[in-house]
């Protein structure tokens, strides 16, 4: 119904977004850059945000824009295990197989690395998805998996995203290796209200609309409500477009976002 009412494509606003038709924000201009630099020095970067504010599709436009015979993408979403867990999972990643051992496991990653670099010519990139959830445990063994050739090469590509406490998280004694041997650190944050019109009318173009149906104060009424976070705006936006279609309203002024808002 959307669709057809507002003369879209696509439906509109969905996570499913393709990587070209992502929002070049500044921040994720900025994000993109540090991330072409890492892809150059390799080493461990720390990602993190406010939840919706963007992590997730930062890196996946990030992966998938990577040359295959250059890069080889390892991703770990299950962060909320123990430590040995943790080592099977990356392990398990990185050579299809299982081990029972911490000391065989660790071995045998930084063989598989080392392999991957030396044998195969392709450089691991190493992502761990909501890092925030790790145990301080865990995130200590982290710092002993990236010690390669005592402490001297960096094979491979490691990004840890998570939620905005993960900077606080890593600050800790038993971190404090660890945050030492970030190379990069980027925390993104929130659009504005003159990017938050901005963003509503850039997906809507990549769905096909030539004409925003969304007026200024009510481009103005999402970001109030949002905060300028654009899983929210995502959200509050298909509403308001949804009540707008069911009533034959064409053009969305503040009371269409107002009471699409309520219902969230």
Same mark, same amino acid.
């Not at 050579?95 to 911490?102: E, S, V």
């Not at 930084?110 to 445990?137: F, G, R, S």
């Not at 969304?214 to 970001?223: G, H, M």
């Given at each position: ?28 201009q ?6 072409d ?35 080889w ?20 990643k ?5 081990l ?11 063989? *598989? ?5 030396? #044998?195969?010519?392709? !450089? &691991?990139?190493? =992502?761990?998805?909501? @890092?925030?959830l ?83 104060? *009510? ?5 109030? #409500?949002?905060?300028? !976070? &654009?899983?929210? =705006?995502?959200?509050? @936006? ?27």
């Amino acid at each position: 119904m959307i669709k057809a009412f507002f003369g879209l494509k696509i439906y509109p606003f969905g996570k499913e977004i393709p990587v070209k038709d992502v929002f070049a924000s500044p921040a994720y201009q900025e994000v993109s850059s540090r991330l072409d630099y890492l892809k150059k020095n390799r080493g461990l970067m720390l990602l993190t945000g406010d939840p919706g504010v963007g992590k997730t599709i930062t890196l996946r436009s990030f992966v998938e824009n990577l040359n295959q015979s250059l890069y080889w993408c390892c991703y770990i979403p299950l962060s909320t295990v123990s430590p040995i867990e943790f080592y099977r999972q990356l392990n398990g990643k990185l050579t299809g197989g299982f081990l029972h051992r911490k000391v065989d496991l660790f071995n045998s990653i930084q063989t *598989a690395v080392k392999d991957m670099v030396t #044998n195969h010519k392709k !450089v &691991p990139v190493i =992502i761990i998805d909501e @890092a925030h959830l790790l145990m301080p445990t865990t995130l200590a063994e982290i710092q002993i998996i990236l010690n390669f050739d005592i402490d001297s090469t960096n094979p491979a590509i490691f990004i840890m995203a998570g939620q905005s406490h993960l900077r606080d998280k890593i600050t800790g004694h038993v971190t404090v290796s660890l945050n030492q041997r970030f190379s990069i650190k980027f925390h993104l944050t929130p659009l504005d209200k003159q990017l938050t019109a901005s963003y509503i009318e850039h997906r809507l173009a990549a769905c096909g609309c030539k004409h925003s149906p969304f007026s200024e104060s *009510a481009c103005e009424a999402i970001f109030q #409500n949002s905060q300028g !976070v &654009p899983r929210n =705006i995502d959200n509050l @936006a298909l509403k308001s477009l949804t009540l707008a279609a069911t009533q034959n309203i064409s053009s969305i002024t503040e009371e269409e976002v107002f009471a699409a808002s309520k219902e969230l």
